[in-house]
């Protein structure tokens, strides 16, 4: 039985070229899918009594990590004690950031905020989520690269110091 | 006599990432599609909650085509491991 070691010299072409094709294909999808993430419409939604606090400590809206989170405006703030509107002057809300800043020395430790926001919708979510599975094959092409060279490294210097050798 | 394949060959490589990445787009697509469909419906009928359930399915979708694609890569690796070091006949990579 013959035991080959390692890839001859003939192969390296093809196979480093098979490589660099997977990885040029990976990187395209890649760049592809992000441009798709940003083509899906803009849609309306609006979340009705998320329970918040305005106090001290700026609030953050819940859902400002829906892909393509844009556009929050807020509709109303309720004491969820006292059912009692929470008058607008008495914070400050920052659509850029989406959090909400107490305005004055008083506090609400329970609120219910509703507010209206634009996102891509779930295909953009699933194209996001693609594209953090296909991040993680460029490692993996560099192994096989790695793998493939060190086996052209062992094929010539097997070929070259072999008893009857055939060339590299 | 049965051969015994082992891995991925460097050649089928192209092949087989490019028809993830087209599985991958397929089931991007399928989602928007579901979810324009999913706005004609009057909401929570029967059709829209079904056409939500899909949504949610087919959200799970994305992790399980990125499973496939390591496995992809790691036969690959196999692959290439086993046809550069192989006994017997190597018939290349």
């Known amino acids: ?47 009705i009594n998320e329970s918040a606090s305005i106090t001290s400590t700026p609030y953050t809206l819940s859902n400002t990590t829906r892909c393509g989170y844009t556009n929050p405006t807020i509709s109303a703030v309720y004491n969820q004690t006292s059912g009692a509107v929470v008058a607008a002057g008495n914070y400050t809300f920052n659509p850029a950031t989406s959090t909400i800043t107490n305005a004055t020395a008083l506090q609400w430790p329970t609120v219910y905020i ?30 096989i690269g790695v793998i493939i060279f060190l086996a052209l490294v062992i094929g010539v210097l097997v070929s070259s110091f072999m008893r009857g050798r055939r060339g590299v | 006599m049965v051969k015994s394949k ?30 324009t469909l999913g706005s004609t419906f009057t909401a929570d009928s029967a059709a829209d909650n079904a056409t939500d359930t899909m949504i949610t399915q087919f959200g799970t979708f994305p ?31």
């Open chain 2, 6 to 35: 082992k891995g991925i060959m460097l050649s089928e490589a192209f092949p087989a990432v490019l028809t993830l990445v087209l599985v991958a787009v397929l089931v991007i697509i399928s989602i928007y599609l579901f979810t």
């Open chain 1, 1 to 47: 039985m013959k035991t080959k070691k390692g890839i001859m010299l003939s192969q390296a072409f093809p196979a480093v070229l098979a490589v660099v094709l997977v990885a040029i294909l990976v990187i395209i999808a890649i760049y592809m899918m992000t441009t798709l993430s940003t083509s899906f419409p803009l849609q309306s939604s609006g979340t």
């Open chain 2, 63 to 93: 992790a399980l085509v990125g499973l496939v694609g390591t496995i992809i890569f790691l036969a690959l690796v196999i692959g290439v491991l086993v046809a550069s070091f192989a006994f017997g006949r190597g018939k290349g990579i």
């Open chain 1, 114 to 143: 509703l507010y209206n926001y634009q996102w891509r919708g779930e295909g953009c979510t699933a194209t996001t989520n693609t594209i953090t599975q296909f991040a993680t094959y460029p490692a993996l092409i560099g192994l």
